[in-house]
């Protein structure tokens, strides 16, 4: 089956610093990639929507200067915690469909801590 | 937002015997997925059923929807302890792709 990896798959920093999250689909072209976020013993949450070489789509209550997604490829897209604060931490989950089909494959997920 | 609700929020069986979750859904929907998360990880998509089936079969998993009450039901028969996972549905509206996923059953299966 289609492979997305995650990286890192868990990472701690201190409040105010910055986390990029990447997201790569191993063997197949991702037109579509979305980001979640999921709490402990939670469903997920979609946070934003992001296709290849445009501007993502957020959902309502997240906010796109706090999380830069940049999807420049048709196999990578990044999510960037900007001045991450304690109430960041989370785990965060990619996604990516590929052209054509209705299912999403998706990564590991990172677990983010801010202290 | 989240749309679907499973119950039961837990279940908890042994080995051998069948496992059914059920999830509703308030809106008009494209498809309905059915996806498995073991404990902090990430998801894997096990059915994908269209608003006009009723039912569809892949080995042990079994799903119905009903579109008039707005549900859906996994079944997983002769269940094993590596069934052990939190099972969320997830449905589609329109053609975005985009899922909005239920609250999950996390279902232990004991040995």
């Known amino acids: 089956g289609a492979v997305v990896s995650q990286h890192p798959s868990w990472v701690i920093c201190k409040s105010g610093t910055s986390v990029k999250i990447e997201c790569r689909s191993l063997?197949?072209?991702?037109?579509?990639m979305f980001w979640y976020r999921q709490f402990p013993k939670q469903s997920l949450m979609l946070m934003a929507t992001?296709?290849?070489?445009?501007?993502?789509?957020?959902e309502q209550g997240v906010e796109k200067d706090k999380f830069l997604i940049n999807h420049a490829s048709l196999t990578l897209s990044t999510l960037t915690v900007t001045s991450a604060h304690p109430e960041d931490s989370s785990f965060y989950i990619c996604?990516?469909?590929?052209?054509?089909?209705?299912?999403?494959?998706f990564g590991a997920g990172t677990r983010l801590s801010v202290l | 937002s989240q749309q679907g609700e499973e119950d039961p929020q837990a279940l908890s069986i042994q080995e051998g015997e069948n496992a059914t979750m059920n999830c509703s859904y308030k809106?008009?929907?494209?498809?309905l997925q059915w996806y498995r998360q073991n404990s902090g990880r990430g998801l894997v998509h096990l059915i994908l059923i269209r608003s006009n089936e009723r039912e569809k079969h892949s080995g042990r998993l079994r799903v119905t929807l009903d579109t008039s009450k707005k549900s859906s039901s996994l079944l997983i028969t002769a269940s094993r302890a590596a069934d052990t996972a939190s099972y969320f549905c997830a449905t589609v509206r329109g053609s975005n792709y985009k899922l909005t996923f239920g609250k999950g059953t996390l279902l232990t299966v004991n040995p």
């Open positions: 992001s296709n290849e070489g445009s501007k993502a789509t957020y």
């Open positions: 063997d197949f072209q991702a037109t579509t």
């Open positions: 809106t008009s929907i494209n498809n």
């Open positions: 996604s990516a469909r590929a052209t054509g089909e209705n299912i999403q494959y």
